[in-house]
């Protein structure tokens, strides 16, 4: 007041020197944002004005009374970084209208985010005190906390997100006007010297027939405080269709009554036409899957018939002429009983990978150890002939297909069994565990559902990495049916009974040891 005063009643030189003074002085003070004058190098504290006091705890008294550093409100880490920002401020004008944002710690020990702005003060550089800084801050106050860490961070993603047609909208609900950022402009194909734009006018460009919708949700979000979340068509100005996805709120002020209406609105054509080209797709896939499945089935049943009377007539030569057939045509009739076993085998794996996809038996409870004796029980005869050592563990309950189980552990063991290494005795090893939650995320598998692993690992030839997931294909052979008999379907069907089973398989080479083949399967399929 006494300041006031002086100005009043001094003469014109005293009152400009003394209205330069008071203004230095007060503005600061009056500033909507925190302010503070720190000195260069320590960064020691000169001044505060109310908001700072208000926001971080420190007053004019308490930087009088001790050296407070404004370094002290940072993480040591963030120390570096302010150092450069002023450094960066000093001959750069441009770089003090740009921010970076800061965790700032008040004096009551409690960390936020503040963007800081900061510029040196002129003349100041001979002072006593040395070169001094004005820094201006604002609290941020979004809900979500900034997502950017400084100026040009917020530049980087506003013209990366400007290419993705988004834009933003207010309206005034007194005055019945509705603003519109430039991306809006741009979605709906309006002339940006379009200022002029109301409720009417907006609600102009939405299609007919999603109207009724639009204007039914909005008047939700109005009647109950909730958000307007909705994907609608437009027709922009062009005559263009549209697919946009617009997310609104309602602003009250501090009396409760509505009084903005804001929101954003995006252009999700280009990714909508994709998911429905997708799905498409997806949808071919499954149909060309279905019929290739029931050719397969239909196609090898037919071709039963004609096997049999080829081995029939094939077993009636070779007992009536056993005596005539002798040399090429003894080999050429031995061969062709070969071909049609071999032939026999196929169809067989044919109608099993069949009868998997086109599956509805029923899930139950199933003791794989039960199912396992039946396969060792199975695959006696060779597993003697091999001297095949198999070391397993109690392995658990599930729901499953019985036969499904058994066929998968048949497939599996058989599998490892006819990859064996010359000279070396076949070595199986079952184990069972737990599967992970890093187990699921690789298969993609349901994170919240119980699951087992079970790994049955060999020491036979292994096979390249690059074939892991080739193995599973249909008719895939990684050698020769001269060198490992089989029709090359076994593994697929293996993959086809866990995907029944809503598990998946995979398999991976173990250097210098062999192969592992790993299967993850629900404990309760209710709840798969």
Not at 343 to 357: P, Q
């Amino acid at each position: 007041m006494d300041e006031i005063n002086e100005i009043v009643t001094g003469n014109n030189e005293s009152k400009r020197s003394l209205l330069e003074e008071t203004y230095l002085k007060f503005a600061p003070m009056g500033s909507p944002g925190l302010v503070a004058i720190i000195k260069s190098g320590n960064g020691k504290i000169c001044f505060v004005n109310g908001s700072f006091e208000h926001y971080l705890g420190y007053n004019n008294d308490d930087i009088a009374s001790a050296d407070i550093l404004f370094t002290d409100m940072l993480h040591p880490y963030q120390h570096e970084r302010l150092l450069n920002q002023l450094v960066n401020i000093k001959d750069n004008i441009a770089a003090r209208s740009q921010y970076l944002i800061y965790p700032i710690i008040s004096k009551d020990g409690i960390t936020a985010n503040y963007y800081l702005y900061a510029s040196p003060i002129e003349d100041s550089s001979n002072s006593a005190e040395g070169q001094l800084y004005y820094i201006l801050m604002f609290p941020d106050l979004s809900k979500w906390g900034m997502p950017f860490t400084s100026f040009e961070s917020k530049e980087l993603f506003l013209e990366q997100f400007d290419s993705e047609d988004f834009g933003t909208f207010e309206r005034n609900l007194d005055a019945d006007k509705v603003f519109w950022s430039a991306g809006l402009y741009r979605i709906f194909e309006v002339d940006p010297a379009m200022l002029e734009i109301d409720t009417q006018y907006a609600m102009s460009f939405i299609h007919p027939d999603d109207l009724a919708m639009a204007k039914e949700s909005a008047k939700a979000a109005f009647a109950h405080g909730t958000d307007l979340n909705i994907e609608i068509r437009i027709v922009t100005a062009t005559k263009r269709s549209r697919i946009v996805h617009c997310l609104a709120r309602l602003v009250k002020n501090v009396h409760g009554q509505p009084r903005l209406f804001t929101g954003s609105v995006r252009d999700v054509t280009d990714q909508r036409m994709i998911e429905e080209d997708l799905k498409n797709k997806v949808e071919e896939l499954h149909l060309s899957n279905r019929e290739l499945e029931e050719f397969a089935y239909i196609a090898s049943h037919d071709m039963q018939e004609p096997l049999r009377k080829i081995t029939t007539f094939s077993d009636r030569l070779s007992e009536k002429y056993k005596d005539v057939l002798t040399g090429e045509g003894a080999m050429y009739l031995a061969r062709m009983n070969a071909s049609a076993e071999n032939m026999r085998n196929l169809i067989n794996d044919l109608l099993d990978f069949s009868r998997i996809a086109k599956s509805v038996l029923p899930y139950e409870q199933v003791d794989l150890n039960k199912i396992l004796q039946q396969v060792l029980t199975d695959l006696e005869l060779i597993i003697e002939e091999t001297g095949t050592v198999i070391h397993t563990v109690s392995l658990p309950e599930i729901d499953a297909v019985p036969s499904q189980m058994k066929q998968l552990l048949t497939n599996l063991i058989n599998n490892a069994i006819k990859f064996h290494k010359e000279d070396i005795i076949p070595e199986i090893t079952i184990t069972v565990g737990i599967a992970t939650a890093d187990d699921l995320s690789r298969s993609e598998l349901t994170l919240n559902k119980a699951y087992y692993k079970i790994d049955i690992i060999d020491n036979g030839i292994g096979f390249e990495d690059e074939y892991a997931n080739r193995i599973f294909q249909v008719f895939q052979r990684l050698h020769g049916k001269s060198e490992y008999p089989g029709s090359g379907i076994g593994l697929a069907i293996c993959k086809k009974i866990l995907e029944f089973h809503h598990g998946d398989i995979y398999a991976e080479n173990i250097p210098e040891v062999g192969a592992r083949f790993t299967f993850i399967i629900p404990h309760n399929q209710q709840t798969a």
